[in-house]
């Protein structure tokens, strides 16, 4: 960790190393200032020891405990909404504990000394050092979706990527596919260059259904990912059906954040509240560290690469003798500061660089040619921010994210291009508490803030024409090209598209009637634009023979006394924008009956009213959970949800882009009797896929939640136990109008639907001490889901897919992801371990997964006829059961007072597994163990 955690902003005005025992209040209830964070506690009279965790569990801030502090006695019951503060002053009155802050940590420990002197409670100062044990927390109640990583955790589990979506791959409702391994697909180079982050599917939504956001700022691309595949969408080298239309690169996230900066990750799964808007799936929460208040400084570099890389062979085929292992070597570095400019000011700067370099070896038919290729993914962060004695605070905040991933086919000359990812987010934040109390209303806050994003996505080629060369023509200048009768040259020119928008959003919370609410508003302004600058061509059928002759000057298409193209695919230039307008107002209510038998009853309603400007719809989306808190620890929570789709950009975009058109051409063999002469006169044949979408008549897709959990201590091993039930239906999906004819234009409709069920298991605790010595994070969980999906093939062309056979009909090669159920593997179950030794100077990680065997649909590697017509066999198989284990290692081989060096090692898949799937011959590889080392200065 790079920069220390401002915890004044946790703690309002009171400062790190002067926080004392202090008497009680004379207030009956604790005050409960709206400067500072607040938590719903539950925390009956019980020995301090496990009180502590309690509370450390409910807060998500860890604690350490000073030799000699007695545990063993019972602190007092805290049950209610309290800061930190206020909950330990209430815990620990009438005990001889104290309690101190340090770096974001509790430091718990005996009062050594007390008189009385003029009624200040005096104390002897504690000493202590900063823990970084990880912090992990399962949200209950109405936060019962919520799983919250402290920075700790943060650190310890994403190391080797520095990717922070990777934090979720132990989260029971996400799914999330290794790059470039999925399927049939085994390790490629081109997987190894993507930087990009991981993408995820929460409770079965699609990867560009969630709504990520950075410091309570969206960082969505609302442009989609344009494919219904949850994939990487990147090039694959050999692939001869790359349509030119597809823009490589997109992702769901218009800025990629690097983990360092980090110092709290969220993801809700279920129960989201009427706060949040725009996703199917679910909600990530990142938030960036803020200045801290003394001088910090951090740098870190770290290298991976293919010689610290196993490769497994999982073909049952012969591999192909051409292929090779990727060749890649990765470096990434980050250098950070932190400093206070005065009492009130406070500024942190980071930058980061991360690099990939991957070589790639033709297969024999293109003579072994190798192609180096890299990626350069950087990040740039400012923020600033302001905070005063009354708690009013002034935050602004820019990160710049661009990205280049360069691209070239071995097996493809003149291919090269760059694939850009630039993103850009900045906001201007005020908080504001204001000192009101009348009419039932109090301990009023306002959070509103002022965000501008911009992003682009482009690939930017060096060729526009891409063509089908013959090498059989004596003395033709594609002779030696490659080794076979056909080869291919040229790319598909420049494509891109931008994304901006502007959004204002305001929260009011308080405390009104004896419950709790919140009041907002979100407002965005969207436009984009996606643009072909120039028309690009993929030229196929061919004449040979030294006797073509060009007829037309610079015909790009025709080589004098060697061959011409006289079919091709044109995909014409254009530019399309479009902008529109969402509009969101929510509102929220907490209250709670407390004269129930046997403990208090919670209830949440919201509602989410939207509209927006393209479609011309204006949705309710009702929000409603329900919490019986009992007297034994153990609460029940149900919910019943309503959450609306926002990525209505990706169709327009698809509205705008032309249908491409197919061109012939016939040779003049009249004129000159024995030349066969070509003019450049193309007329169109047919024309390929429009797709349209003009948005009239068209609904808001949206998914129907339910939800039940159950939260309790696990008796005898103590910790949080959380069990979940989860139900989404999702109705008016967008999809393929089902009554097109032919297949030269789709239109959308809203006849597509989901359905995606979950059960899981989910147990956590962190011990201070025990008998390892050390603290440690414990965190165990399993989950069964069922999901189903009707198939969009809105995106889908000719130029995509293929039909193949099985269980003796003939479908889309698409369909078979929907009839395997899209990503799911049904059952699996997650545990991981993360502890600290030696005064915190080792700090280790651990976590696994095991996936039970489940069915899915393999290439039988056998052709079968229907109806006169050959097709590859597809035919059910058995995924077999897994355990992957990753560890992390972090050793300070120097800790002194003002500086720390850490020795970082991460391990992917320690037990060096090759995987379940049997791959194709032609990428037979499956990635095994994969080390990660580094070093990390912090001052």
């Not at 209830?29 to 409910?58: C, G, H, K, N």
């Not at 900063?130 to 190391?159: H, K, N």
């Not at 590889?925 to 912090?938: E, F, I, Q």
Request: charged share 20%; aromatic share 10%; glycine share 10%.
């Amino acid at each position: 960790m790079f920069c220390a955690v401002a915890t004044s902003v946790l703690f309002g005005a009171v400062p790190v190393t002067s926080l004392h025992a202090q008497e009680k209040p004379v207030v009956d209830t604790p005050v409960q200032p709206r400067t500072v964070a607040t938590y719903r506690f539950d925390i009956p009279s019980q020995s301090l020891m496990r009180a502590l965790e309690l509370l450390s569990q409910q807060a998500g801030i860890p604690f350490s405990v000073q030799d000699g502090t007695n545990l063993a006695i019972n602190g007092q019951s805290v049950v209610g909404r309290f800061s930190i503060e206020n909950a330990l002053l209430l815990m620990l009155e009438g005990t001889d504990v104290t309690f101190a802050v340090a770096d974001g940590v509790l430091v718990i420990s005996p009062k050594l000394s007390t008189q009385s002197l003029g009624g200040e409670v005096v104390t002897a100062p504690v000493s202590v050092s900063a823990s970084r044990t990880p912090t992990f927390q399962l949200g209950s109640g109405a936060a019962s979706g919520s799983t919250v990583y402290g920075e700790e955790m943060i650190d310890a589990q994403v190391q080797g990527s520095s990717d922070p979506n990777m934090l979720f791959r132990a989260n029971p409702n996400v799914q999330y596919v290794v790059s470039g391994q999925r399927g049939e697909e085994g390790a490629t180079a081109v997987a190894e260059q993507d930087l990009r982050p991981q993408n995820i599917s929460i409770s079965g939504a699609g990867v560009d259904q969630n709504n990520f956001r950075l410091d309570g700022v969206g960082i969505n691309s609302f442009g989609g990912a344009e494919s219904n595949y949850n994939d990487s969408n990147m090039p694959e080298d050999d692939d001869n059906s790359i349509n030119a239309d597809t823009l490589h690169g997109l992702h769901p996230q218009t800025v990629y954040v690097d983990s360092n900066v980090l110092e709290r990750a969220e993801i809700i799964d279920s129960n989201v509240s009427a706060k949040y808007g725009g996703f199917q799936g679910g909600v990530v929460n990142y938030k960036v560290k803020d200045p801290s208040d003394e001088l910090t400084f951090g740098a870190s570099i770290k290298r991976g690469g293919s010689n610290w890389n196993d490769y497994h062979l999982k073909s049952d085929e012969t591999p192909d003798t051409d292929t090779r292992e990727p060749e890649y070597e990765k470096w990434f570095y980050s250098a950070s500061a932190s400093t206070p400019l005065d009492d009130n000011w406070g500024m942190l700067v980071s930058a980061g660089r991360r690099t990939a370099e991957t070589t790639k070896t033709a297969g024999d038919k293109y003579y072994g040619r190798q192609v180096t290729t890299n990626t350069k993914a950087d990040n740039v962060l400012g923020k600033l921010r302001y905070e005063n004695d009354t708690g009013t605070a002034l935050t602004t905040q820019f990160v710049y994210a661009p990205y280049a991933q360069e691209f070239e086919a071995s097996e493809n000359y003149d291919s090269k291009m760059d694939i850009i990812g630039n993103g850009l987010t900045t906001y201007v934040g005020l908080e504001k508490p204001f000192e009101y109390d009348g009419y039932g209303v109090s301990n009023l806050f306002l959070d509103t803030k002022l965000s501008y994003n911009t992003s682009e996505n482009a690939r930017d080629s060096e060729s526009n024409v891409r063509r089908q060369v013959s090498t059989s023509v004596a003395g033709s200048k594609y002779a030696d090209f490659c080794d076979s009768s056909t080869c291919v040259t040229g790319w598909y020119g420049d494509l891109a598209q931008t994304q901006r928008d502007v959004g204002y959003t305001a929260d009011l919370t308080g405390d009104v009637w004896g419950g709790n609410f919140l009041l907002g508003t979100d407002i965005h302004h969207l436009s984009g634009t996606r643009e072909r600058s120039e028309d690009a061509y993929y030229a196929t059928t061919r004449t040979t023979g030294t006797n073509v002759v060009c007829g037309t000057a610079g015909d790009i298409f025709c080589d004098d006394g060697d061959q011409a193209n006289r079919r091709r695919v044109k995909y014409e230039a254009f530019s399309g924008s479009v902008s529109l307008v969402t509009a969101a107002l929510y509102n929220e209510y907490t209250f709670t009956f407390d004269d129930v038998p046997f403990g208090e009853f919670e209830v949440r309603p919201g509602a989410r009213l939207e509209r927006e400007t393209y479609l011309g719809n204006t949705n309710l989306a009702p929000r409603l959970t329900a919490t019986y808190y009992t007297d034994w620890d153990i609460s029940f929570t149900a919910g019943w949800n309503r959450y609306y789709a926002a990525n209505m950009l990706s169709y327009a975009y698809q509205d705008a882009t032309p249908a491409t058109v197919s061109q012939t051409r016939t040779a003049d063999t009249t004129t000159t009797p024995g030349s066969v002469i070509f003019y450049d006169d193309w007329a169109a044949s047919s024309t390929g896929v429009k797709r349209s979408f003009s948005g009239s008549g068209l609904k808001t897709p949206f998914s129907d939640e339910q939800t039940a959990a159950i939260s309790f201590p696990l008796p005898f091993l103590g910790g949080t136990t959380r069990l979940k039930w989860m139900e989404r239906k999702g109705r008016d999906q967008f999809s393929r109008d089902s009554t097109d004819s032919g297949s030269t234009e789709y239109n959308l409709s809203n006849e597509g639907s989901s359905l995606y069920t979950s059960y899981s298991a989910e147990w956590s605790r962190e011990i201070g001490s025990g008998p390892f010595g050390g603290r440690h994070v414990f965190n165990i969980n399993g989950q069964y889901s069922e999901r189903r999906t009707s198939n969009n093939s809105y995106y889908v062309t000719s130029d995509e897919t293929e039909n193949v056979a099985y269980n003796g009909q003939v479908i889309s090669s698409m369909d078979l992801s929907v009839l395997t159920g899209n990503l799911d593997e049904p059952i699996f179950f997650n545990a991981s371990l993360f502890s600290s030794f030696d005064d915190d100077r080792l700090r280790t990680g651990l976590t696994g997964r095991y996936t039970m065997a489940y069915t899915t649909i393999t290439d039988s590697g056998s052709n079968t006829t229907i109806d006169g017509e050959s097709y590859d066999l597809y035919e059910d198989g058995d995924a077999k059961a897994r355990f992957d284990l990753d560890m992390t290692l972090d050793y300070d081989v120097i800790h002194e007072e003002h500086g720390v060096l850490t020795l970082n090692a991460s391990i992917e898949n320690v037990l060096n597994r090759g995987g379940a799937h049997t791959l194709s011959s032609s990428t037979p590889y499956r990635k095994g163990r994969t080390v990660w080392l580094g070093l990390t200065y912090a001052y």
